[in-house]
């Protein structure tokens, strides 16, 4: 692909990748002014750089699987969004008619599926007047930062996450400041504020904990899943005040960028660095880092700290009616089966919001939905609502936690369609089987792990495998991931499962495993 409107790439040089040449010609930031223009010429002149990488830069995505229809991914700091906001997607979705789509993200997030390419510079301009943007939102940049889905309205709450988020994400991308627009890799960023934990798998997470009796933060590091390697986060040994989160979250992200791997991409997140340098060393240098950024002072109020924290077990589903911090007031949480929306499910659900709320959802690393600020009085009217049938607050046990990556139908790398699959299977095993409790199970299609198939109780990943002498899609099974007290990975249980015969091994595994009860 090659075209006057970008220019081509020269071949690699100084040693550089593919990757990182195309970033060093040409910061996909640079291309929002020319994105109607670009448009005009048609986005199959772009060249391969510009369409496969650059783009991302503003958060829109070439998918090979769907050429012509591009995603576009937000970013919506922990997990908030308005229904003014939603009914703009929405109609962004319409407009797409049979193509278009969104979902509802492991990073309390959305994106926008079956856009077109010419679509995209109208509706940049239409989101930032909402107060939406997509800046920065894929490839080697800080992703969406998550948070506590309930801050604010949390019984249980320790600190509210809504302003710490907001001011991490203002930080990263003032336009007056030092910024990360060229990290050599992805990087995950999370704030904790409740007893839930869901965050050890980000290369840089917050968590509460208490310094000489004040409240304040932890600080873990190295958290990732890839193909190659997956780690929980480690404690960094340092203690943060919240109003240091902002500069140290951008040293981190700043001495990332000057030091991490370039050269193997394989190798390139934050914690091989960390491995490279060694935990003290990198510790100590973070130390002299943030101190050249916010001042001798800031980094003379850092104190050690052994990683003890106030995140004790694995999060609430937050599903159905539950009562707010604020008396007389409750939240309502829909299960969205496998985080897929439709048009005419995003207006209904913004409608809801404005009906019986205050007209602002929460969305949830499990995919879910969460409307909030709704009165008690108004608890029974919400309940009898149609759009509850469809996104029930009262799912049953296997389908309130099932996450499910994108899976084939748009991404090449997936090996299976995750999200029928997966919805399919939860209708067909809990036709079959009762259980005791929630059982989490994360879906992904392939080994880049982005449906988090290692932090799920079962985790199921898209494979091939023979079967009657022909290859067939299959999953890989793993096991006993926990997000409790005692986290841990799940960890390789089958390597290659028929998904025909998929059903019957995961109803004897509930069973073996879970406590199910067949139905008779």
């Keep these: 692909m090659s075209s006057s409107s970008t220019p081509a790439a020269p071949a690699p040089s100084s040693g550089l990748t593919k990757v990182e040449q195309a970033k060093a010609d040409l910061c996909g930031l640079d291309l929002q002014p020319q994105l109607a223009e670009l448009a005009a010429a048609g986005w199959d002149s772009l060249d391969e750089a510009t369409l496969t990488i650059r783009l991302k830069w503003m958060g829109i995505f070439f998918r090979p699987v769907a050429p012509g229809r591009f995603m576009l991914r937000l970013r919506l700091p922990n997990g908030v969004v308005s229904a003014e906001q939603l009914v703009l997607l929405a109609e962004a979705v319409d407009r797409c008619g049979e193509h278009g789509s969104a979902d509802i993200t492991t990073r309390q997030n959305l994106q926008l599926r079956g856009l077109l390419f010419e679509d995209m510079a109208p509706l940049l301009e239409a989101m930032e007047r909402v107060g939406l943007t997509s800046r920065q939102s894929g490839h080697d940049n800080p992703r969406n930062i998550t948070g506590n889905p309930l801050a604010g309205i949390d019984p249980e709450e320790i600190v509210d996450t809504r302003p710490l988020v907001q001011a991490i994400q203002a930080r990263l991308f003032q336009p007056d400041g030092p910024r990360t627009r060229n990290l050599p890799r992805k990087f995950n ?35 990732f899943f890839s193909a190659q390697r997956n780690e929980l986060a480690i404690p960094l040994g340092l203690w943060l005040r919240a109003d240091q989160l902002p500069d140290f979250a951008l040293t981190v992200l700043l001495h990332f960028e000057q030091n991490g791997n370039r050269k193997l991409r394989n190798k390139s997140r934050l914690m091989y660095l960390i491995d490279d340098l060694g935990l003290e060393t990198y510790r ?22 052994d990683g003890t924290h106030l995140v004790t077990r694995a999060p609430r589903d937050g599903l159905g009616w539950n009562a707010q911090a604020q008396e007389g007031l409750g939240w309502m949480g829909l299960h969205v089966p496998m985080g897929r929306l439709d048009a005419e ?39 009898a609502e149609p759009l509850l049938q469809r996104f029930r607050p009262d799912p049953g046990h296997l389908q309130a936690e099932a996450v499910s990556c994108t899976g084939n139908a748009y991404c090449s790398f997936a090996l299976i369609p995750t999200k029928s699959t997966a919805q399919e299977l939860v209708e067909e095993l809990e036709r079959r089987v009762e259980l005791p409790h929630g059982v989490r199970t994360h879906w992904t299609g392939c080994p880049n792990a982005c449906g988090q198939p290692y932090m799920g109780q079962i985790g199921l990943m898209g494979a091939k495998t023979r079967k009657d002498g022909e290859m067939v899609e299959a999953v890989k099974i793993f096991l006993g991931g926990s997000m409790d007290a005692d986290p841990r990975l799940a960890e390789l249980h089958d390597k290659g499962v028929p998904l025909s015969d998929l059903p019957d091994v995961m109803e004897q595994l509930l069973v073996d495993r879970f406590g199910a009860r067949r139905r008779e």
Excluded at 194 to 221: C, I, K, R, Y
Excluded at 285 to 305: N, V
């Design 189 to 223: 960023v999370a704030v904790g504020g409740a007893p839930d934990s869901f965050l050890l798998h980000n290369d840089l997470a917050f968590l509460p904990a208490h310094h000489a009796g004040e409240l304040g933060f932890t600080v873990m590091v190295g958290g």
């Design 345 to 383: 499910g995003m207006l209904a659900l913004a409608g809801l919001a404005r009906q019986y709320g205050s007209g602002e959802l929460r969305l949830t690393e499990a995919q879910n939905a969460l409307i909030v600020n709704v009165p008690e009085a108004s608890q029974e009217a919400l309940l």
């Design 284 to 305: 100590d240098t973070i130390k002299a880092a943030y101190g050249a950024l916010a001042g001798g002072e800031a980094m003379a109020s850092l104190q050690p700290h």
